[in-house]
């Protein structure tokens, strides 16, 4: 079986997780550069905001690099078409089936791999001709399921004939063994990257990061159909104290506006105002602020000796 840096044509067997509102074109391209797949975010962009973006992403490196599409995004089917006309080599998607993309995405040779959270999804894509699934369990930051990791990358890999990455609750050489020797063929990461020098998150939000323990986040918003791990914070709390998931789903994420507006939301989210979206893997990178390529080499060090 091929690694996943042999079918993407990185350094690592890596992809940056499509972290709305921070994974830029910048930081993306800062991921490639590091050895990773780089991934724009799209989130709640409109195109244009995102073909800026694509473009920002090109000035500043020649490594590979995609981007992530929320399918609950009311600009999805524009976003889809930019891709297509700004020449984007990887596409992941996340939050819905994006099988009426795929025909048009699979004729301009773009690499499909679509984030699941039950096999079931993992096989109708597979007969779309996706290049790979991303099995991502429960433990991710964002949007989640209700599989394990452990429990869902082995029943995904039996149900499909391609390549499947695993994700969710992934931060260190320990966890990315596991994922290999479950069968995958790379990992996924996003939450031990805000940890980054190069991450454009607020400076709360990222010592908020830092210092949380193992049993900081919770999931919100499943009465609403928009289940969200994010920190616990005032918000999340009076969410679970009033039994209204208003702390959950796409709509009360840290919003995608300006580049202020989102660092204001973000140091809002850490004194209890907005969300701040995370995996429970929070502290397995034995940081407090280190270069994208100083984690990402820590998150494969048992995996690369």
Not at 111 to 139: C, F, H, N, Q, S
Request: hydrophobic letters at 45%; aromatic letters at 4%; charged letters at 20%.
């Amino acid at each position: 079986m091929k690694k996943l840096n042999e079918i993407l044509g990185t350094k690592y067997p890596f992809i940056q997780g499509g972290m709305a509102n921070i994974a830029t074109g910048e930081f993306a391209a800062a991921c490639s550069n590091a050895g990773a797949l780089g991934m724009i975010a799209t989130g709640g962009w409109d195109g244009d905001r995102l073909r800026q973006e694509i473009r920002r992403a090109k000035e500043l490196t020649d490594k590979p690099f995609g981007v992530n599409l929320m399918l609950m995004s009311p600009y999805a089917d524009d976003i889809a078409q930019i891709i297509l006309e700004e020449g984007v080599k990887v596409v992941t998607t996340g939050a819905g089936n994006p099988g009426k993309y795929i025909p048009a995405w699979k004729e301009k040779g773009i690499k499909v791999m679509p984030v699941v959270a039950a096999a079931v999804l993992a096989k109708r894509l597979d007969r779309y001709g996706v290049d790979a699934i991303i099995a991502e369990g429960t433990e991710s930051g964002g949007h989640v399921g209700e599989m394990t990791t452990m429990a869902l990358v082995p029943q995904v890999i039996d149900a499909v004939s391609v390549p499947v990455v695993a994700a969710g609750g992934i931060a260190d050489g320990r966890q990315a063994a596991a994922a290999f020797a479950l069968g995958a063929c790379g990992i996924q990461v996003g939450t031990c990257l805000l940890a980054s020098e190069e991450c454009p998150i607020h400076p709360n939000y990222k010592q908020a990061v830092l210092k949380a323990k193992d049993s900081d986040t919770v999931v919100t918003g499943r009465s609403i159909g928009g289940p969200v791990r994010i920190l616990k914070n005032k918000m999340a709390r009076e969410s679970a104290a009033t039994g209204l998931d208003f702390s959950g789903g796409a709509a009360v994420s840290v919003p995608a506006f300006t580049n202020k507006a989102t660092e204001a939301a973000q140091a809002l989210a850490v004194l209890g105002y907005t969300s701040a979206e995370v995996a429970q893997a929070l502290k397995g990178v034995d940081v407090e602020t280190l270069s994208l390529e100083e984690i990402i080499r820590q998150c494969l060090k048992k995996m690369v000796k």
